[in-house]
């Protein structure tokens, strides 16, 4: 058997990456199947069979396995990452964005840092466990899905499909610039609109103002603090207004006001809860006032965390000291990941570990650093070895 991070080579992983990034799949509208059949050829080739499955038209999610051969207690690790990329922005770009140009150590384009990074990284963890011959005690599973960045089409997808029932474990791969991370907040956008009655605004006693009906419901929203504990990695919650519109002139009373909210949950609060409150509000302020209104949800990703103290993570930290002499301190996230759609499922352990900077992602000029991607590689390779045993 040979050791794996001897047949790791740079040039094969820098191409193979390069390869991803100039297959383009920004979501909307997503089109990521070629993002998946570049995979499946590759680990084809390397003789690790995948499964396509479609979830909806030119939209494919992928699984790649390396079966157990001596179950350790019934362990799968799932590696899980996401194809779709977001869209490149206004601003210019002094580098290719789809061309994952490289230059001083870093490769450049959409999607090298979010995240076909660290899906490229998972891939061929899979990849070079198997040429090299090593035999995994439990299943290893590279779960890749599509739509991550507008809804979670694909998570939603393998979740329905009972794909990861079995899981034991699970690592994201998203950014973390090969730090740990634990846990992120949750996200709820909603859409907040009242409806009143026009009338002449020279007497708004015979209308119903739905400007003044939002006032009030934004004062209440800014003055209340939703029910929740404050978590050592992530803080509390927070509320952004991010839109409003209404109203059609000064001499109108305004018949229809929304408004767009951004909240962001920490793990313990339920976005029901948080949503049966907003409505609560809402209900009280037009409540005899001949005022209407209507909520809708437009995001829900539910925060994620594991303990600290956790197994599995402790196992993670300690991989990485000992094979990579990586110190490690577990650390909360900004963004959401699929992590929000599988975990409240089926309550993983989650570490959320790949090489792209955090501070990149959907940035102009996304970059990924060369190095670190390549100690992505080994740390998911070293990681499958600790979790699942060398038989
Ligand atoms: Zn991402």
């Known amino acids: 058997m040979q050791r794996v991070f001897d047949i790791l080579d740079r040039d094969e992983a820098v191409s193979f990456l390069q390869s991803l990034v100039q297959t383009e799949s920004i979501n909307p509208p997503g089109d990521e199947h070629a993002v998946a059949e570049k995979i499946e050829e590759r680990l084809a080739a390397a003789g690790v069979t995948a499964e396509m499955h479609e979830v909806q038209k030119g939209r494919t999610n992928l699984l790649a396995s390396l079966p157990g051969e001596a179950s350790i207690e019934g362990r799968v690790l799932v590696y899980s990452g996401h194809f779709d990329t977001v869209p490149l922005g206004n ?122 009906k939002m006032r009030h419901f934004l004062n209440w929203l800014e003055g209340h603090s939703f029910s929740h504990e404050e978590h050592p990695l992530l ?59 209507e909520v809708r949800v437009v995001n829900d990703m539910a925060p994620v965390s594991t303990p600290e103290d956790d197994p599995f993570i402790g196992l993670c930290l300690d991989t990485a000291k000992r094979r990579l002499g990586q110190h490690l301190t577990p650390e909360g996230a900004k963004y959401y990941t699929d992590a929000s759609v599988y975990v409240p499922q089926l309550g993983l352990p989650t570490l959320i570990y790949g090489p792209g900077e955090p501070g990149m992602a959907h940035q102009p000029d996304e970059w990924i650093d060369v190095e670190k991607y390549l100690e992505g590689i080994r740390f998911y390779v070293a990681l499958a070895e600790e979790y699942l045993g060398v038989v």
């Not at 490289?102 to 899906?119: E, H, L, N, Q």
């Open 235 to 293: 803080g509390g919650p927070t509320i952004n207004v991010g839109t409003i519109e209404g109203g059609v002139k000064a001499n109108v009373v305004a018949d229809g006001c929304s408004a767009t909210l951004d909240l962001r949950t920490v793990p313990g609060q339920s976005h029901e809860e948080v949503l049966s409150e907003i409505e609560r509000a809402l209900a009280e302020v037009c409540s005899s006032t001949g005022a209407s209104y």
């Open 91 to 212: 601003a210019s770009w002094e580098h290719e964005p789809l061309g994952g140009e490289s230059a001083k150590g870093r490769m450049y384009g959409r999607g090298t840092t979010d995240m076909k990074g660290g899906v490229a990284a998972m891939v061929l963890a899979l990849e070079y466990l198997r040429r090299s011959g090593t035999r995994l005690g439990g299943e290893l599973r590279f779960v890749g899905t599509v739509g991550e960045e507008v809804d979670g089409l694909g998570a939603h997808e393998v979740v329905k499909k009972g794909q990861m029932d079995d899981a034991t474990a699970l690592v994201v791969g998203e950014p973390s610039a090969n730090g740990a991370f634990v846990a992120h907040k949750g996200t709820l956008w909603v859409e907040v609109s009242i409806s009143g009655r026009t009338a002449h605004g020279s007497m708004p006693e015979n209308g119903v103002n739905a400007i003044d």
